[in-house]
């Protein structure tokens, strides 16, 4: 069969609904399974946590995944709609596996999977591992996919997030909670009240609404904008599909950038170590708040691989964020009094009340706490239908300095460069311009950042023009 469009990105398998159906979920359950059992010791009657968010096709997939595990001989529980990063906390606490069935943000007519071992997040070894073992030709035994709700990973979570703020910590903010199609639309108004906010949910759907936190729609920003002046907010708050990328607003409706918002959640939490991609933008090095600062390729597995390494140089609190906003937590920390586990997977909650509770404490507005960070401003933008290799062509000529500096030269002289994930350059002035490849789609994707948003943009303008001449060229086009 013809899967081209079904594959291991940067947030675990994606692909077309109709790509995903009963038998080839079954397959995927069933090579990861055995991945387990040969590899990390999963005993083949174990238990199996499965979860799912609330694109229409995810109870469907949800039930082949329940199907082809309790086939395979493990025990299943079935912990409903319910937070990516609430599935992943059970099951590390419980140092069981898990599938969460999620798209995350993107359209409605896809989905995917998201693999976890019993010590969190499957990595690019594991995905190979599963795929050695994937058979998508053989049937898969399968048996009844039902079973019995547990609201107990949930719980879990809601009584995790709960005892980050004391109680009374957010009296007198009035939030505005997105809820959209969340998977925590409900639990992220119950955790704000808890925490003394008085909370205002808007914006629900019975359709799936695929919010991309770091490519919001035009009515995404109008509807922040239009809420926060309507309804006097003091910051309006969401999360992507499946809960583990936060968005949040500050009190005229305007979205703090993800990076930003990992920066405050790490100085809030008092890290001393922060592991981030290089599409971070730079202020987490300008504003001296870390001791060490680690930069990454792209993608959750690729941050915990930085958070463990900066585990073995000794730090001690480590955040790690991406740009879309999604903070792991490396360590255990103490705060408010209490003890929060480690959690090395995406999370919204985490920094919305990190942020929130930030600003309370410092009698701060939402505007007012990110004029106090260093003024960088950054911009992206893509080039579709970019296939890989053309990409891979592309990235691998601006290695030559001579042909980089050539390249460059309409925008300024390179200062530095690094290819920690395609190619990033530093201009005399401080400016950068960064191109890699999408790791989901085929796409060539161009970040800038500069002192000023007009000029950020500006030099996105140029970057893609630049890019798309080059890419018609014939030598990239092979």
């Not at 359209?107 to 976890?116: A, E, Q």
């Not at 997040?121 to 053989?138: C, P, T």
């Not at 001393?272 to 993608?299: L, Q, W």
């Not at 007012?368 to 911009?379: E, I, Y």
Request: aromatic fraction near 6%; charge should be negative; proline fraction near 4%.
């Amino acid at each position: 069969m013809n899967m081209s469009d079904l594959k291991f990105g940067t947030s675990g398998l994606r692909g077309l609904v109709t790509e995903l159906r009963d038998d080839v979920c079954r397959a995927y359950t069933l090579a990861f399974l055995k991945y387990l059992q040969s590899r990390h010791d999963v005993p083949a009657d174990g238990l199996l946590l499965i979860g799912h968010d609330l694109r229409a096709s995810s109870p469907r997939i949800a039930a082949a995944c329940i199907s082809a595990a309790k086939a395979f001989g493990m025990r299943v529980e079935n912990c409903g709609a319910l937070p990516t990063p609430a599935l992943a906390f059970h099951a590390m606490s419980l140092r069981v596996p898990a599938i969460m069935v999620t798209g995350s943000h993107i359209p409605d007519d896809r989905n995917g999977l998201k693999f976890y071992r019993p010590d969190g997040e499957i990595d690019k070894a594991d995905e190979a591992g599963i795929l050695a073992f994937l058979d998508l030709e053989k049937p898969v035994a399968s048996a009844n996919g039902e079973a019995g709700l547990s609201e107990e990973a949930l719980s879990r979570y809601v009584a995790r997030c709960a005892s980050l703020l004391p109680a009374g910590a957010l009296s007198g903010r009035r939030i505005g909670v997105y809820q959209h199609s969340s998977v925590a639309r409900d639990v992220m108004v119950d955790i704000l009240r808890k925490a003394g906010a008085e909370a205002i949910g808007v914006g629900r759907s019975d359709v799936f609404v695929p919010v991309d936190t770091e490519a919001l729609r035009p009515e995404d920003i109008a509807f922040a904008e239009k809420a926060c002046r309507e309804l006097e907010l003091d910051a309006l708050v969401s999360t992507d599909g499946d809960a583990d990328r936060p968005l949040i607003s500050d009190e005229k409706g305007n979205f703090l950038r993800g990076d930003m918002v990992g920066l405050l959640t790490a100085r809030f939490l008092g890290a001393d170590a922060v592991v981030t991609p290089v599409t971070s933008n730079t202020s987490i090095e300008h504003c001296g708040f870390f001791d060490k600062v680690y930069r990454t390729r792209v993608g959750s597995p690729y941050v915990i691989e930085g958070m463990s390494r900066a585990g073995s140089d000794g730090c001690r609190t480590i955040i790690g964020f991406e740009a879309n906003g999604g903070v792991l937590l490396g360590t255990s920390v103490a705060v408010g009094g209490h003890r929060l586990d480690a959690l090395p997977t995406r999370d919204a909650m985490l920094p919305i009340l990190s942020v929130l509770g930030m600003a309370a404490r410092e009698g701060l507005s939402l505007s007012g706490l990110v004029a106090r960070l260093p003024a960088r401003f950054t911009a992206s933008g893509r080039l579709e239908h970019v296939p890989a290799d053309q990409s891979a062509v592309f990235l691998k000529s601006l290695e030559d300095a001579e042909t980089m500096r050539g390249f460059f030269a309409g925008a300024g002289s390179v200062k530095d460069s690094d290819r920690i994930d395609g190619t990033r350059v530093i201009l005399s002035g401080g400016e950068l311009i960064h191109y890699r490849a999408s790791g989901n789609a085929p796409e060539l994707r161009c970040y800038t950042e500069a002192a000023t948003r007009e000029r950020a943009a500006e030099l996105l303008a140029w970057g893609l023009e630049r890019a798309r001449r080059a890419l018609s060229d014939k030598e990239f086009s092979r």
